[in-house]
């Protein structure tokens, strides 16, 4: 990736003979950028343009030039493509389109292009793609004209399009260091570019701009070991039903569903952000703040109403208000009518107006609550003005001496008011102090340094193996694989072989053999119609509960036939699978193989509701025992486990660890496409699956 | 409120005798301000200060003022109040701060305050107010200075602060035209201040920063008014538990529980914003896009990326896509490579360039998407540059003529990029057209105006009266109203006579009894703890379910009576309560007085999952068929409630009625304090109230 970014010489293959106005010439940009390495334009027709030799073929350049930039019609490019190849060229970035964001036929290009990469080792960034932007270098091979900026953050950004890297100026709150448009991703990937941007000493925050990836374990281990290091923040688009669909036709990439992605990024330790105004807040934050090491701010506003949007912003944001320094209430409060209060957050206007000591009193607050170990960042309001009658109001001073008293680099987030963009550069000047647009901007600024703190420092799972009985579980695999599905005591009896709890059954089909049954369990018992044409039992009609005699189950027996005859009289029922009728509280426990990332668990609310209330919390495979208890406790139901109004709780180290031998199930069992246990009955008295399917196809 | 805005004359009570710099000298802001109506400060020391007459009291000056500013210390308040009346002055705006919102004295000067307002009729606007704001009359109380702005919007701001008024250039996007800061709302209030600029010709769009509210009728009243006239926002702070707390203090404001105030606003037709960043674009979009009549919206795009932008915003904010217009797909794409596709979100880029008629085709886009009957607004999205070499890229003409040849106003939002202040005039002078900062932004107010569209036009409800059985109700309401509680079949019954239907059963102590009632009774049946001491029956172990016969009625009152002695031996058992058992899904209605708005009606799902999901609809009281129709398809249950899986729907009318009618029982009881119906069940076969308690006190 270094000499994508760092090239000594480029070969523009396709530049335009044209120059100026409309030709939208890329040999032209990079010289009006100030790219100090040597370009090569090449086109058959030969000749000069900007003063810069012609070559009619990449063959004829008097060197092996680092990187060539192709943007010559879609069907020309594999021939481009080839003469690289053959000139010994390592690298190349394909502008054009009509590839996988077009059709089919542009997809098989695409695809040929892809595979001659990997057979050559040549690797290829785009089609469809605007390149690369790199500011410490003045390289931009964009084929649009960009002002090169004056100054510009050490922040480098990932896209799977270009007009971020265009629009970085108003998209990215400045400019940002360095861009790379990774298009349709043929070879070159957001992983790649995650792998060169962490190690990258003039990077200090990543972000990107993702529609969808293909290389979802590349990925993981990149952001996973990058996101320890620095920020890294994601806009990933194409989350509705809608965009999903668009961002399919525009890159090519495979969307997947959303949530998902939550658990990609929650594992990688990744920072999601919803919108592009988030996105933006999260560079300025990240980029100027840096991290917050815990949750508590302490506020000094100007504005009670502002102290109030403050509370509501912290609360929505997970943070919270950290207690007053010691002294420092007295300190303000000295000399004031006994009706002025003061806590955090501090209101300094009647303070600083009734004792006429406003400055002083901002400075002291301000001082303080950085000095004090109970505050972890610093939220600011206040007055920028240039009325002459109030220029004392302005507190340059005060916030360049509290941060120099301090001795240290908490964030301080500030909404300054009657603000000009002058004086936001001169009070960010000062060290870790952020200007935002709106008090509720600034406190999310907060949030997302804490965040990044967390995720840098967040739990490494560390993911059990367990005993499996082999025996027991290889004809149920086998029969798995041959027919593609498990379904009721099947499945059950391959979970048991891995130590996952199951409810005692059996099936069969005549009535004296489910009598039989019966006479070895416990009553009550449970009544299910069996089989693989009868997935969604309830449907049917195909279940009774509460059977508490042989004659029940006579009854039961015969109501069932008749609700599934009621529905299709020639359908064959099979078998019966007779349970006893365990009592608990209904938990989903899910696995699904994810064509990007692998497998995926799920745990939530089982039942009627679970489709209603879509409490379910995901994570990528392997889970440990740190991170099932962290997803049953990010659910919803988490109280009602807990056990409420004098219910005890359910058998929690049992239910943890039935996840955490599920996951070694995933990992075991890697072609199982798809795994329910709906519902795992959890109790105080244990846990067991009572109904579960497995997929293999 | 006229006069307060307009007044010919104002006296300035307690105008310090210093100014310049520092001094907060409020005459002298008036007149930097430009007022052109007379002004009188008072002060007792009397003199003269930028050449106007000081006067030592109110009663010396020489005509009866339209109105009084004081900002005297807290102290002095009600003394010079007392000046103004007896001047016979009619509005005094009091800017002094130390009432409600500090102390319980400072509470007591402020209700001393308002008992003479109401005795004398003489309105005051504060205390703890910076006063008002008219742009078009040069009127500005504040005590800080603030710019005279250059052009101001036709949007009027209501506030429980000054600092929204002060800092409304950044925080409204543009300055605004009048702001009334109501301050403590001691006498005028935000409901007052709706009535006078609902009908001001100078207000097109009204914002208002909400704390909290004291007359909750007289605001329903007002905003469900006005907003049928203009757009009326709100932003509603002192939200979160922390926020709420911090209001209280700040304002004296009762901020009551949030979901109250999302009822009271959507019966209003008022849109709620969520931050000070939405509220600014809220009257962005409301002042220079107006309404936008459905949610359908054409997308033209210079970027495929900022296409699923939209697409995952759209659907986040309730917008869709419209159909392309007939002929538009074949005209973009004459003479382009089949490989180039169109639909909507159009993506210009690869049409303009490859056709070189990038112009052409985004003004033929835009004129036919205004056009398109099936087309409700446009957003799109373009270059605005200033590089020499893309000048034919910038689209000022093509909008202006787009908009020229449709005839039209629907609204255009856009984000341009590569966007400077400059560009924004130039493409905001195009009627009907708004720059937003990004993509995101720019859907929300196309959402707002469509938003605003709706509650403009909104439903009115229709409670319908309904008979009732006064004879069996009076002994249960006088009961109630005797012990502040009715319980068990009491309230029950009380309900029946209302005509919610309900289980039946009966209260009984001795077993004896209990199994006189089983005998008239179908099976199985319920047996519940009764009396007031056992308001949660569940946590005394006080329910036992599924008695099948008068044996096992035995045996369950055993079982309670052995629960609640493990609990406590000595609490006295009064009764028990015996119902059929009905089969039904479980529905929660409730019903509680908001100290400010009255009844409060809550409807959503039932049994022990009602804390965990708060899958819950409110509706101010009354409540129409419409309304409670509306309510319950709004919950997440909804789909449930219709029937699922070949499971009947059910009693949808039944339900709906009962709604009604409890809406009716809310009217007619107005002194009820609280009312639980929990669980009303309910199936195809009907519904019934199985538990409820209705609370005075």
Redesign the interface.
């Known amino acids: 990736m270094h000499k994508f970014m760092d090239p000594a010489s480029v070969a523009l293959i396709g530049t335009p003979r044209r120059t100026?106005?409309?030709?939208?010439n890329n040999a032209?940009?990079m010289l009006?950028y100030g790219f100090k390495g040597r370009i090569y334009p090449v086109n058959p027709a030969g000749g000069e343009i900007l003063g810069l030799k012609v070559y009619c073929a990449v063959s004829e350049i008097p060197e092996t030039v680092d990187l060539a930039v192709i943007s010559v019609g879609?069907d020309r490019v594999p021939a481009a493509f080839e003469d690289c190849i053959r000139a010994g060229l390592k690298r190349v970035i394909i502008i054009s389109?009509?590839f996988a964001?077009?059709?089919e036929?542009?997809r098989g290009l695409q695809d040929q292009i892809a595979s001659r990469a990997r057979e050559t080792g040549v690797r290829v960034m785009g089609p469809n793609t605007l390149g690369v932007v790199n500011n410490y270098r003045h390289l931009n091979t964009a084929f649009?004209?960009?002002?090169f900026p004056e100054r510009f953050l050490p922040v480098s950004l990932i896209?799977?399009?270009?007009?971020?890297q265009?629009?970085s100026?108003?998209?990215a709150w400045r400019d940002i260091g360095k861009a790379i448009d990774v298009g349709n991703s043929c070879d070159v990937d957001i992983a790649d570019a995650l792998d060169y941007l962490g190690d990258d000493p003039e990077t200090q925050v990543i972000v990107i701009?993702m529609?969808g990836l293909k290389r979802g374990p590349e990925f993981l281990e990149a952001a996973g070991r990058v996101s320890r290091k620095k920020p890294v923040v994601v806009l990933k688009?194409?989350?509705?039903?809608?965009?999903a669909?668009?961002?399919l036709?525009?890159?090519g990439s495979l969307v997947g569903e959303d949530h998902v992605y939550d658990a990609v990024f929650k594992r990688a330790g990744v920072l999601r952000v919803r919108?592009?105004?988030e996105m933006?807040d999260a560079i300025h934050a990240l980029s100027v703040l840096g991290e917050m090491k815990g949750p508590r701010i302490g506020v000094v506003t100007?504005?009670?109403?502002?102290?109030?949007?403050c509370?509501?912003?912290?609360?929505?944001l997970g943070l919270t208000?950290g207690e007053m320094p010691a002294g420092l209430r007295e300190e303000l409060l000295k000399g004031l009518?006994?009706?002025?209060?003061v806590s955090n957050?501090i209101?300094i206007w009647?303070i600083g107006?009734l004792g006429n000591r406003y400055e002083e009193a901002y400075r002291l607050s301000l001082t303080e609550l950085l000095k004090s170990p109970g505050i972890d960042g610093v939220m600011a309001i206040f007055f920028v003005?240039s009325?002459?009658?109030?220029?004392?109001l302005n507190l340059d001073k005060a916030f360049a001496e509290a941060r120099r008293e301090s001795r240290n680099l908490k964030p301080i987030a500030t909404w300054p008011?009657?603000?000009s963009t002058a004086a936001i550069d001169r009070f960010e000047a000062i060290p870790g102090l952020a200007c935002f647009?709106?008090?509720?901007?600034a406190v999310q600024g907060l949030s997302f340094c804490h965040q990044t703190h967390r995720m840098k420092n967040r739990h490494r799972p560390q993911p059990r193996s367990f005993a499996v009985d082999e025996d027991f579980a290889r004809p149920f695999i086998t029969k798995g694989k041959r027919e593609g599905l498990l379904a009721g005591q099947d499945a059950l009896g391959l979970l048991a072989s891995y130590g996952i709890p199951a409810a005692s059954g059996i099936e069969a089909k005549s009535l004296a053999a489910l009598r039989a049954a019966a006479k070895g369990m416990k009553p009550p018992f449970v009544l299910k119609l069996a089989g693989r044409g009868f997935l969604?039992k309830?449907?049917?009609?195909g279940i009774v509960t509460?059977i508490g005699n042989l004659s029940e189950l006579k009854a039961a027996r015969e109501k069932i036939v008749a609700n599934v005859r009621a529905?299709d009289p020639n359908i064959a029922i099979d078998a019966f699978q007779i349970q006893e009728h365990l009592a608990g509280k209904e938990i989903l426990l899910g696995l699904k193989r994810d064509p990007v990332f692998g497998h995926v668990m799920a745990c939530g609310q089982g039942g009627?509701?679970t489709?209603?209330?879509r409490?379910v919390s995901r994570e990528i495979v392997p889970v440990d025992g740190t991170t099932a208890r962290a997803m049953l406790e990010s659910l919803?139901?988490w109280?009602?486990l807990l056990g409420?109004?004098?219910e005890p709780g359910v058998d929690m180290d049992a239910l943890v660890e039935i996840i955490e031998r599920l996951s070694f199930f995933a990992s075991q069992n890697p072609d199982v496409t798809e795994l329910d246990i709906n519902p795992l009955l959890v109790s105080a008295a244990g846990c067991w699956a009572v109904d579960a399917r497995i997929i293999w196809r």
Chains 1, 2 share one sequence.
């Open positions: 100026g106005a409309g030709a939208f032209e940009m009006r879609r389109q009509g964001d077009a059709d036929r542009g649009v004209e960009i002002p896209a799977q399009t270009g007009f971020i265009v629009a100026r108003n998209l701009h529609e688009t194409g989350h509705s039903t809608v965009g669909k668009a961002a036709s525009h890159s919108t592009s105004a933006r100007v504005t009670g109403a502002g102290g109030i949007m509370a509501d912003a912290c609360e929505e208000f009518p006994d009706w002025v209060h957050p209101d009647p107006m003005t009325a002459p009658l109030h220029a004392e008011y009657m603000e647009d709106t008090i509720e901007q969604h309830s449907e049917w009609g509460g529905k009627i509701y489709e209603v209330f409490d919803r139901i109280p009602l409420t109004r004098g």
